[in-house]
């Protein structure tokens, strides 16, 4: 590629390219489900890793940042200019192949990741092509101003459609919604009680659901993942029995506090007995079929909410959809939104 036009307009590209997949990606670090990154795939479990958040802020956010610079630098001329363009892209380069490789041990493939880490690699090429060969942007206010106009699209245009994207509420949900007295807040929480995840999420919910304990209609379904979850099934049965007999929130808690290997039928028995419950008529429910039909009732009710992909935990919080042990902000946000939207 000798043209300095070329190599610039496959900079700008590069950077454009950069830039939204980047901004994408933040819209999704940020909203309580993924608007681009398909829900359960690559993208969504490279976001819920230790790698995810440096210095407590969403990873994304970085690279927006640098390709920002770097597409001022695009637009400079100079020596200086150049130097400190190769500086800033060589060390993106070095970062963005050290991403794809951490990609590639853990397995997961996020296909924005992908774009964002390629670009910035190639974009240290080319600023070490354009110091050696010393070329700089064509002349000419029309041409960088468009150039510019473009690189703001490919920021704005995800922004704005994270912003007007609306997840699509299912039926199952849109009954709970129905089923609500005015004034409440309808939180759907499917949820397995040995899920580590589930577990985790509740540490941080729990308290913010139990701070607007008045102002929630909390519906729990049972999604017991019994084949790789041992003490889920009856985990899930005591919670549906000591439900019927009027302390289902109390045992749902016992039982999230409760270590996993507890959660035996003896266990959830010590724990319903601790809980007040008549043992008699707890173990009369255990053995019931309406129990057993609940529970498949409920892991049907699962089928019909969830998108291809999902998994547990799986929240609604009024019309939002919450996937994921989310942080606490999150959870925050979304008891907010629904309690203004139910005029509380």
């Not at 307009?9 to 999704?28: H, K, N, R, Y």
């Not at 974009?123 to 070329?135: I, K, S, T």
């Not at 690189?151 to 129905?178: Q, Y």
């Amino acid at each position: 590629m000798r043209s300095p036009v070329l190599r610039w307009t496959l900079v700008l590209v590069l950077i454009a390219v950069g830039l939204a997949a980047s901004t994408a990606l933040f819209v999704d670090y940020t909203k309580p489900s993924p608007v681009f990154c398909a829900e359960g795939g690559g993208c969504d479990a490279l976001k819920h890793t230790v790698f995810a958040h440096p210095l407590g802020l969403p990873l994304p956010i970085f690279g927006v940042a640098g390709f920002v610079v770097l597409g001022a630098l695009a637009f400079g001329r100079g020596p200086r200019v150049r130097k400190v363009n190769l500086i800033l892209a060589g060390a993106g380069g070095v970062f963005g192949l050290g991403l794809l490789a951490l990609q590639w041990l853990l397995g997961e493939l996020c296909s924005y990741c992908t774009a964002v880490d390629t670009s910035v690699l190639v974009l240290g090429l080319l600023a070490w092509n354009r110091m050696r060969r010393e070329w700089d942007p064509p002349p000419g206010r029309l041409v960088t101003s468009g150039a510019a106009f473009a690189l703001s699209l490919a920021v704005g245009v995800p922004l704005v459609w994270g912003k007007l994207h609306k997840t699509p509420i299912p039926e199952v949900i849109a009954e709970e919604l129905a089923q609500t007295p005015p004034g409440k807040i309808t939180v759907v929480d499917f949820v397995d009680f040995e899920c580590p995840f589930c577990r985790l999420a509740q540490t941080t919910v729990g308290p913010l659901l139990a701070s607007r304990k008045d102002q929630v209609r909390l519906v729990r379904k049972m999604v017991p993942l019994t084949r790789i979850h041992s003490h889920a099934l009856a985990a899930a049965k005591a919670a549906c029995c000591a439900e019927v007999l009027g302390k289902g929130d109390a045992m749902a808690d016992a039982l999230f506090a409760a270590p996993v290997e507890a959660l035996t039928t003896d266990g959830c028995a010590a724990l319903a007995e601790s809980l007040g419950l008549p043992l008699d008529r707890y173990r009369a429910c255990l053995d019931d079929p309406a129990t057993d039909a609940r529970i498949e009732h409920d892991k049907h009710e699962f089928e019909r909410a969830a998108a291809k992909g999902d998994g547990l935990p799986l929240m609604w919080i009024g019309p939002q959809k919450i996937m994921g042990a989310q942080e606490a902000d999150t959870f925050a946000r979304a008891l907010s939104d629904a309690a203004s939207g139910a005029g509380l």
